[in-house]
């Protein structure tokens, strides 16, 4: 760096604008931007981040989108919806002040049990009212995920899809085997019945039908019909379910 100075007639000494800038310098960890929550992992930012509040209510907005992805990382041309991104955020919303409700947004084709149930417990737990809406498909562990809120809507296309808990790949051939599925498929039917108003036989009977999926065993619903069977509340679509969470969220203020 040359620093250049000029004197003038009577001997004043006046500092030259510096020729080499110095180059900028690189943001400290705390001033950088935060992640870009949409972008990365198809969430909106926090609601702490919100500059208005609305008068109606905050609502914190959860999308359940592809598959839901457990313990094993599926290929990176899968659309999947990440438990340990999913249970952060729940937990984020239960403690949060800024957040008075929570919607959840469903378009998924199923995925991990386990991972899927841990969800829907944090959803059925919350302590916040909560509200679903289905949306293109709910199949599989997405049945769990859509009943666990407090109030449930299905769009009139939307699909869901009940059948057996059952795992592709090597399985050990012992009747332990079969146990264990058996009781993995018990848990999913009582979180299932707990939430809606199906009854366990009912809910049984459409997992163990052969004469609806051509290649498959189980039923598929849409829209109007997961109503009649009592696992979704009501059919409708976003505006819907947005004056519904509104109007619970009224009351649990009042």
Do not use: W
Request: proline share 8%; with cysteine.
């Amino acid at each position: 760096m040359i620093d250049v100075t000029h004197v003038t007639l009577d001997g004043t000494v006046i500092p030259a604008p510096n020729e080499f800038p110095e180059p900028p310098r690189e943001a400290e960890p705390e001033q950088q931007a935060m992640p870009d929550a949409l972008r990365d992992i198809g969430q909106p930012p926090p609601m702490e981040v919100l500059v208005r509040r609305n008068p109606r209510g905050n609502i914190q907005f959860l999308s359940i989108i592809g598959q839901v992805e457990g313990h094993v990382t599926l290929p990176p041309f899968n659309k999947t919806t990440k438990y340990e991104h999913m249970i952060p955020m729940l937990v984020a919303a239960a403690e949060s002040p800024e957040v008075d409700g929570l919607l959840v947004l469903l378009n998924t084709v199923g995925g991990d049990v386990e991972a899927g149930l841990a969800i829907a417990e944090l959803i059925s737990g919350l302590g916040k009212p909560t509200v679903s809406l289905v949306v293109g498909g709910g199949h599989s562990i997405g049945v769990p995920l859509a009943v666990a809120a407090d109030y449930s809507f299905i769009a009139p296309s939307a699909t869901m899809t009940i059948h057996p808990v059952r795992m592709n790949g090597t399985v050990v051939g012992a009747p332990q085997t079969y146990d264990y599925f058996n009781k993995t498929r018990e848990r999913v039917i009582s979180f299932i019945t707990a939430n809606c108003g199906i009854s366990g036989d009912r809910l049984l009977s459409l997992m163990m039908d052969t004469s609806t999926l051509a290649l498959d065993v189980g039923t598929m619903l849409i829209g109007r019909q997961a109503v009649d069977e009592k696992l979704i509340n009501a059919v409708g679509g976003l505006s819907d379910a947005l004056d519904k969470l509104y109007s619970l969220i009224g009351k649990n203020e009042s």
